[in-house]
C-alpha cells in the first residue's frame, strides 16, 4: 500500500515557495509548486481562464495553450544573481504567452473584476454574514462541509418568500436585480491629487451624504497580469520575458476602485459626486 503523503508536502505544493513559509521548499518542490499553482504559468491558472471563458460565454479568455504548453521548459535565471532554475519557455512560444496575458488582462476586466459581478459579491457576503452563526463559515470541517451551495441558494430563496425575514431585502437584492448601481469609478487623472484610494475619499463623503445603508465601496488592489518569467531564446541566451517582449513589458496592472448606491438615489450620487469630485480629491 502506497504511505499516505505527508501533510507538509502537501502545503509545499498547494501554496507554492512565497507563502509555505516557515517551510522550505527544495529547489525541485518549488518547480513542481510553480508548475501546479505558478503565476506564469501554473497548470491552474492556465486552466480557469479556457473553463471561466466557455461557462461564462465569453472567448476573452482563449489562447493557443497547446502551442504555449509544447514550448514550456525548466530553465536557469542566468540574468539573476542566482541562477536558481524557473518554469519559462523557449522564444518561440512567446506570442503564445502574450496571448495568455491577454486573455488574462481581459477576463479580469471583463469578468473577474466587472463591476456588477463585485457588487454582488458585496451583496451575497452581506446576507451570508446575517445568516450564518456568528456572521461566519465554522472552522469545524464537518459543519462547514454541510452547508453546500445548493443550500444557500435555496435558504436565500426561501427568505425571499418570506417578508417577514430580517435577510428579506437582502434577499431581493440578488434574486431581483435590485443590486446597488456603480456611481463612481476611479481613473488615473483622479490619483493626481495624491490619494491612492481616491474611491475610499469618495465614498467616505457620500457616506456622510446619503447615509451608510446607501453606500457600498469595493476596493482590490493593482494586480500584475503579467509576471516575469524565463525566455530560452533562439541562439540558448537566457532572457527575461519583459526583455524580449514589449507587450508583457508595457501589460498595464488592474486595479478596482468603485463606489456603488442604492439604485433609487444614482442620479442624485452622480449629480454629487459631479460637484464635490475635485474638492474631495483636491484635484486643480
Known amino acids: 500500500m502506497r504511505p499516505a503523503p505527508e501533510p507538509n508536502d502537501v502545503i509545499k505544493l498547494a501554496v507554492g515557495a512565497k507563502r509555505a513559509s516557515p517551510l522550505q521548499l527544495s529547489t525541485w518542490e518549488a518547480i513542481l509548486a510553480e508548475i501546479i499553482i505558478g503565476d506564469a504559468f501554473g497548470a491552474d491558472r492556465m486552466d480557469y481562464l479556457l473553463r471561466d471563458s466557455y461557462h461564462a460565454g465569453v472567448t476573452y479568455g482563449t489562447y493557443d495553450h497547446h502551442r504555449l504548453i509544447s514550448t514550456l521548459r525548466i530553465l536557469q535565471k542566468t540574468y539573476e544573481e542566482t541562477d536558481e532554475p524557473a518554469l519559462g519557455l523557449e522564444a518561440g512560444g512567446l506570442e ?30 452581506e446576507f451570508l454574514r446575517n445568516w450564518l452563526p456568528g456572521g461566519r463559515f465554522s472552522t469545524d470541517i464537518q459543519k462547514h462541509l454541510a452547508i453546500s451551495d445548493s443550500h444557500v441558494l435555496a435558504t436565500i430563496r426561501s427568505d425571499f418568500f418570506d417578508t417577514t425575514s430580517p435577510r428579506y431585502k437582502l434577499a431581493r437584492r440578488l434574486l431581483c436585480r435590485e443590486h446597488f448601481k456603480r456611481f463612481y469609478e476611479a481613473s488615473q487623472t483622479d490619483a493626481a491629487g495624491g490619494k491612492l484610494q481616491p474611491g475610499k475619499a469618495i465614498a467616505d463623503a457620500a457616506i456622510e451624504e446619503f447615509g451608510q445603508d446607501n453606500i457600498r465601496y469595493d476596493y482590490a488592489g493593482p494586480k500584475s497580469i ?8 533562439f541562439d540558448k541566451a537566457i532572457e527575461p520575458s519583459h526583455q524580449c517582449s514589449q507587450v508583457l513589458a508595457k501589460m498595464p496592472q488592474i486595479l478596482v476602485d468603485n463606489v456603488y448606491c442604492e439604485g433609487n438615489i444614482r442620479n442624485n450620487a452622480i449629480r454629487w459626486k459631479d460637484e464635490n469630485k475635485n474638492r474631495l480629491l483636491q484635484l486643480g
Do not use: C, T, W
Open 96 to 125: 503564445s504567452s502574450e496571448g495568455l496575458m491577454l486573455a488574462r488582462h481581459f477576463m479580469y476586466k471583463q469578468v473577474y473584476f466587472h463591476n456588477i459581478r463585485r457588487i454582488y459579491d458585496i451583496h451575497l457576503k
Open 226 to 233: 503579467a509576471p516575469v518569467f524565463p525566455v530560452l531564446k
